[in-house]
């Protein structure tokens, strides 16, 4: 079985990175939904109902929950940490330079969180003023439309997340190959 696993490996080499991304990606995934529903429904509790008010927030048009916002923010930064570390060791193997994929990947990850919040706040203002049962009697989002909410918002990034990943920031330097050259 082994043998048979490592073949198809090495036979379909992009197909096999892309299955390790979605594993990690499902691993980061559940690590920072857990991490999400624990500062939201524990730690920022005494926030809900509350709307966010700041500049940057303002600017981004992310009209959300406190509650929702600052879990989401926590959440994600932990879920990210989680998958580069996933991606850059085990799925691509990765031995470009660790600094210039640090800062790409930070990059990369900003933008991502602000688009996400963006899509949370948007999803869940429109859960709670267009789905009547998206809330409860109090008029709180309930937990399964977060929670579909959620999977939304952390599966859509998914579109630029791997080619930038794969191409950009987690590359595979040419030493290996540039080496079995030379000793030809």
């Not at 580069?84 to 933008?111: C, E, P, Q, W």
Request: hydrophobic share 55%.
């Amino acid at each position: 079985m082994k043998d048979k696993f490592k073949a198809f490996a090495e036979k379909h080499g992009e197909l096999w990175k892309f299955i390790k991304f979605s594993f990690a990606g499902v691993s980061s995934f559940i690590v920072q939904y857990i991490v999400d529903i624990f500062f939201h429904f524990v730690v920022f509790k005494s926030l809900a109902g509350q709307t966010v008010d700041n500049e940057i927030f303002r600017f981004l048009g992310i009209d959300s929950q406190m509650d929702a916002a600052y879990a989401y923010f926590i959440a994600a930064a932990v879920g990210y940490v989680v998958s580069f570390i996933m991606n850059r060791k085990v799925t691509f193997d990765a031995d470009s330079g660790l600094t210039s994929s640090v800062i790409m990947y930070i990059i990369m990850v900003v933008a991502t969180v602000f688009i996400a919040a963006w899509m949370k706040g948007f999803f869940t203002d429109f859960a709670v003023n267009k789905i009547p049962s998206a809330t409860d009697d109090a008029g709180k989002i309930t937990g399964l439309a977060d929670a579909v909410i959620f999977i939304l918002v952390t599966t859509i990034p998914f579109l630029w997340t791997y080619p930038l990943q794969r191409f950009v920031i987690h590359r595979k330097s040419n030493k290996k190959e540039e080496a079995a050259e030379a000793q030809e």
